[in-house]
């Protein structure tokens, strides 16, 4: 009996920066491997070989927050005209009567660490505005039902 042994065709340098480039955008070995009709482990070699990957894999993040970002800013209107929505829904005196106070809480300490992540800061740096009032006032109202 003969033995048949099939060698596997080598990557070019441009087949592996497109295994790179596609790892970076999946995130996956195995979507990657799909993507480019090879084994995973092969994505995962080729992907551990790059020696600044971590370095990539940030700045694929920076990139990614930045095109949501411009893409947000480009529909500002309709961002602005949500998010007024959604605070008036949870400070709606309906809802706040239904909602429990892991709900309630949940949502304001979201609000408050988004907020602080973009440029909110200690009460005596900012003046107060409407939304950190009504936050403010929402929370004092939380402390005298207790």
Do not use: H
């Not at 995962?44 to 971590?54: F, Q, S, T």
């Amino acid at each position: 009996m003969t033995e048949v042994v099939v060698m596997a065709a080598r990557l070019t340098d441009k087949q592996k920066q497109k295994i790179v480039a596609d790892y970076l955008e999946t995130g996956s070995y195995r979507a990657t491997a799909k993507m480019n009709g090879v084994a995973d482990g092969t994505v995962k070699r080729i992907v551990l070989e790059c020696g600044d990957i971590e370095q990539k894999i940030e700045d694929k993040k920076k990139q990614n927050t930045s095109d949501i970002f411009s893409y947000m800013e480009k529909k500002r209107s309709i961002v602005c005209e949500i998010l007024e929505k959604g605070l008036d829904a949870l400070n709606s005196p309906d809802k706040l009567a239904y909602a429990s106070p892991t709900q309630i809480t949940t949502a304001l300490g979201t609000l408050i660490d988004k907020w602080a992540m973009i440029g909110g800061g200690p009460k005596d740096e900012v003046e107060e505005d409407d939304l950190s009032r009504s936050l403010r006032e929402l929370g004092e109202g939380l402390e005298s039902d207790d």
